[in-house]
């Protein structure tokens, strides 16, 4: 079992627009949900990234556990796993506020510090690698 650390827990309402037509949060918005919680912590822990090099998710998945559904307000709960040479592992979990204790939606994802220019991955730098070293899991 892979050990994984809490590092930021970020609130955020149910939009009328997230349903489809079926009156059920969209599977493409928990995507979304996922990625605004890992860019605020990205920005909380430091994350100022310039033009030439910068994090890229190179996969992302998740499981549908529950329905979500308006109203509401979810809480997306971000982990750290494992920091590599060049990327680091990050898992999901999304509950409803109003029931903190069930998971709706579980999900991960990889993300890969790239050079742009080269278009290929680069040793995360120094500085990176000790903030993701100060939240990850030992």
Same mark, same amino acid.
């Given at each position: ?7 930021? &827990? &970020? ?9 489809d ?6 599977? @493409? ?6 990625? =605004? ?6 920005? !909380? $822990?430091?994350?100022?990234?310039? &033009? =030439?090099?910068?994090?890229? +998710?190179?996969?992302? =998945? ?5 329905? +979500? ?20 592992? @990050? @898992?999901?979990?999304?509950?409803r ?9 579980e999900?991960?994802?990889? $993300? ?8 290929? &991955?680069?040793? !995360?730098?120094?500085?990176?690698? =000790? ?8």
């Amino acid at each position: 079992m892979e050990t994984k650390k809490l590092v930021h &827990s &970020s609130r955020m309402a149910i939009r009328w627009g997230d349903m489809d037509a079926l009156g059920h949060v969209n599977n @493409t918005v928990y995507f979304r949900y996922m990625e =605004q919680a890992r860019i605020e912590w990205l920005h !909380l $822990i430091g994350g100022t990234f310039d &033009s =030439q090099q910068g994090p890229v +998710l190179i996969n992302a =998945q998740c499981s549908f556990l529950r329905q +979500l559904k308006y109203p509401g307000d979810i809480e997306v709960r971000s982990y750290i796993g494992a920091v590599g040479r060049s990327s680091f592992e @990050t @898992t999901y979990e999304i509950c409803r506020v109003d029931a903190p204790d069930a998971v709706f939606a579980e999900g991960s994802a990889k $993300i890969v510090w790239v050079d742009f220019k080269l278009e290929k &991955s680069v040793p !995360l730098p120094d500085d990176v690698r =000790q903030l993701l070293n100060n939240y990850s899991a030992e």
